[in-house]
């Protein structure tokens, strides 16, 4: 069974290509590689939206109804006339080959580009999105994105499938590996500047899955209720500033229903919200099978069909001869996806094929690993670790003798020499499975200690591992708990008895370090038995280096939490995810294309927290967390004083850091904001954040402006952000519950 059907129950792949025609050769194929474009449009001294227009004037209905659909799923399919010039990513609409319009030849690519193994191509893993949200650093955000489309470039393919900036509402979501965390500015403004660094490299970026798709469970029928207020202040607001500041070429639109519609035929959020309000100029294509309907779709907005052509195709064709879609709505629908194009650049700069470089992408993925960890506990310094004072370190489960853990499904990246848990190339990636990456924590940790015995234990049964613990100077408990779309996770408690595992070896060992890989926040039954606890994510193709540099101290912690850590599931909006009914779900059993097409039916989950999703939950309800959101410990320690916020041109808040340690570090200040009471709101929000690097007893004056939307609420009569009169409390220091400073601000 392909991905492609396994994710969707067992549909049959050929109902939703156009065709599978007989395989073509590989001459063949190169014959089909359109010539370079000419014509009026390549003018570049025209904007992108005239260059569209002048193409399309050329251009046939057929040629355009082309546009609209893709070809299936290449990666998984045999070689067709209709696919034969695609790069065999996982998505590929024609283009207009008579005018050398090229095709648009996609590949998912989360954290780093997707079926690389099926095509015998390489690609960095990055780490997971989820820790470049923990260096809360936007310039880490941008080199993250430019190395996915330099690698997307070299690999043949011209749009990248990122760009997910779904919230964490729920932390057991399967996917929060692959979003940005639990805040809806920290996301936004981070996405954003991911898709600048993918679209300078002249590759389509997107951002998805857009929107209110914040649980797996269910994502293909469920109905997410919410109310207008709620959804414009948390889930929409993160792709607001993604797509405004962003500018990204394409927005994915999800699988699921909101407020009773589809969000690809959503008429609120495609068209009022995403292309009126927020003036979007690209397009938008429905996530895999996303697509339920023809009229509907179009006038509510959705462009693009992905990734067959079961509605935008003949019966598109069909709507528009018989005037149910006018011929201006169907030219909109190719204006949008030319003008992304050349937006973008992929028309002006073709796709080059050359070898991506290896050695580059593993120092990006680690340097950026590096500002991602998060120090979450260190008693009496016990990180960082001196080298020359150890013996006999013992290095501890989650096969760190190997390799580390990356997250699964459509953000799959390939590990060189396949899964490091198996023989060398007997580690095909499949749907659901467990991969790890060939980069060994202990042949890291060794490597730094060289003089030290450095002893593995699998982790497997708490005595033996309390016994490996015992004797040595250090233990080093690798802790992982794996994700991936297409499922959530049941609990946040480690799988595999890991839990008992670190409470035997912490009992037998008072220096205990417990080193977490994991894409979600965990619960900790043991957080007070180790010395230390770290917190590495899903750590990318160098994830092994960039931990030991860590451990040993030549580089300095400095990520944050992005997502809270609670206390326990009880203490979570929803303490159990609400589950599909037998007919609503579509990962077990074969569903019909047609019972597909229409939509399985609704089940109902209600976002009753509306806009209080994370930090903002806990503190309304007043629960105490395990660990914040935005909390992270450095080896040196920070100070802050002086606040003063103004407004007048600009809204901001100005203050001094102080480096009061020993050594260099960067510390991440955040800035609050508590809205004045006709706001109603008992919770404050980000508004503005920096990351500021230090040298040992170093000060330094920073200044962060405060985007005013930030500050406002949604007015849902006025149907736009209104900045209330009155007190503002403004908060800044190192992390939500940690505010030495605050100061008021009134805005008339
Ligand atoms: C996922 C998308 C992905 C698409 C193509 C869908 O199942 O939700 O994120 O881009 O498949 O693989």
Request: hydrophobic share 40%; glycine share 10%.
């Amino acid at each position: 069974m392909t991905q492609f059907s396994s994710r969707f129950g067992g549909i049959l792949f050929a109902l939703l290509v156009v065709s599978v025609a007989s395989p073509v050769s590989f001459a063949q194929r190169r014959q089909q590689q359109p010539p370079p474009p000419t014509g009026p449009w390549m003018n570049t001294s025209l904007s992108a939206d005239e260059r569209a227009d002048l193409v399309i004037k050329e251009m046939t209905l057929d040629e355009k109804i082309a546009m609209l659909h893709g070809v299936g799923m290449p990666t998984d399919e045999p070689v067709t006339p209709e696919n034969a010039a695609s790069n065999r990513g996982v998505g590929y609409d024609v283009g207009v080959p008579r005018l050398g319009i090229p095709g648009i030849d996609m590949s998912d690519a989360a954290y780093g580009v997707r079926s690389s193994g099926v095509n015998g191509r390489y690609s960095t893993a990055l780490p997971a999105n989820v820790a470049a949200a923990a260096s809360w650093d936007p310039d880490a955000a941008f080199e993250y994105g430019a190395l996915i489309g330099r690698e997307l470039r070299a690999q043949g393919f011209n749009m990248s499938l990122g760009g997910g900036v779904n919230l964490t509402r729920d932390p057991r979501n399967g996917r929060t590996f692959e979003y940005l965390g639990e805040d809806p500015v920290l996301a936004g403004t981070l996405v954003a500047k991911l898709i600048e660094g993918t679209q300078s490299e002249h590759v389509i970026g997107d951002i998805k899955h857009y929107a209110l798709n914040d649980q797996e469970s269910g994502r293909n029928s469920v109905n997410i209720h919410i109310s207008e207020r709620a959804a414009r202040e948390s889930d929409l607001l993160a792709f607001e500033i993604g797509v405004t500041k962003g500018h990204p070429a394409a927005v994915m639109c999800s699988y699921n229903r909101v407020n009773g519609d589809f969000a690809c035929e959503n008429k609120y959020l495609l068209t009022d919200v995403l292309k009126k309000d927020w003036q979007f100029p690209g397009f938008v294509l429905s996530d895999w099978g996303g697509t339920h309907s023809t009229e509907k779709a179009s006038t509510a907005g959705l462009d693009n069909e992905e990734p067959g052509d079961f509605f935008y195709s003949d019966k598109f064709k069909a709507a528009v001869e018989a005037g149910t879609i006018s011929t201006a709505e169907l030219d909109e629908h190719v204006h949008r996806i030319l003008r992304a194009m050349f937006a973008a650049g992929m028309i002006d700069y073709p796709r080059q094929r050359f070898v991506v470089d290896p050695f580059a992408g593993f120092e990006t993925a680690r340097k950026i690993e590096e500002s991602s960890i998060v120090l979450l506990k260190n008693e009496h310094a016990a990180l960082p670790l001196a080298a020359a004072r150890l013996h006999a370190i013992a290095v501890i489960g989650s096969h760190s003798d190997v390799g580390m853990i990356s997250g699964s499904g459509s953000a799959q990246v390939d590990p060189i020499g396949g899964n490091a848990i198996l023989p060398p190339g007997k580690g095909a990636t499949h749907w659901l499975e467990e991969m790890w990456f060939p980069t060994s924590p202990l042949k890291a940790i060794q490597a730094r200690a060289p003089k030290a015995k450095v002893a593995y234990d699998p982790g497997t049964d708490p005595a033996a591992a309390a016994a490996a613990a015992k004797g040595a100077d250090v233990a080093i408990v690798f802790a992982y708990m794996w994700a991936s779309e297409g499922m959530d996770l049941k609990s946040l408690t480690l799988p595999h008895d890991q839990d008992a595992v670190i409470a035997a070896v912490a009992a037998a060992n008072p220096r205990t370090i417990v080193v977490l890989e994991t894409g979600n926040p965990v619960t900790m039954p043991w957080v007070k038995s180790p010395a230390a606890i770290l917190e590495a994510w899903f750590a990318g193709s160098d994830g092994a280096d960039a931990v030991g540099n860590v451990l040993f101290g030549s580089v300095n912690p400095s990520g944050k939490l992005p997502n809270t850590f609670p206390n326990s599931e009880a203490d979570l909006p929803h303490p159990t995810i609400t589950m599909p009914p037998p007919e609503s779900q579509h990962f077990s059993g074969a569903v019909s294309r047609e019972t597909w097409a229409k939509g399985l039916p609704p089940f109902q989950v209600t976002y009753d927290e509306g806009a209080k999703v994370g930090y903002k939950w806990y503190e309304a309800e007043k629960k105490p967390v395990l660990f914040p959101f935005g909390f992270g410990l450095s080896y040196t320690t920070l100070s802050y004083s002086g606040l003063k916020a103004t407004s007048g041109d600009k809204i901001s808040a100005t203050f001094t850091i102080a480096n009061t340690g020993a050594r260099e570090g960067s510390e991440i200040a955040e800035v609050y904001a508590m809205l004045p009471e006709a706001a109603g709101e008992n919770y404050k929000r980000l508004v503005g954040f920096t990351k500021v690097k230090l040298d040992a007893k170093q000060k330094q004056a920073v200044t962060v402006d405060i985007d005013p939307k930030y500050l406002s609420i949604w007015d849902e009569r006025k149907n736009a952000w209104s900045l209330l009169p009155g007190d503002y409390t403004i908060a800044v220091g190192g992390s939500s519950v940690d505010l030495p400073l605050k100061a008021t601000l009134n805005l008339k």
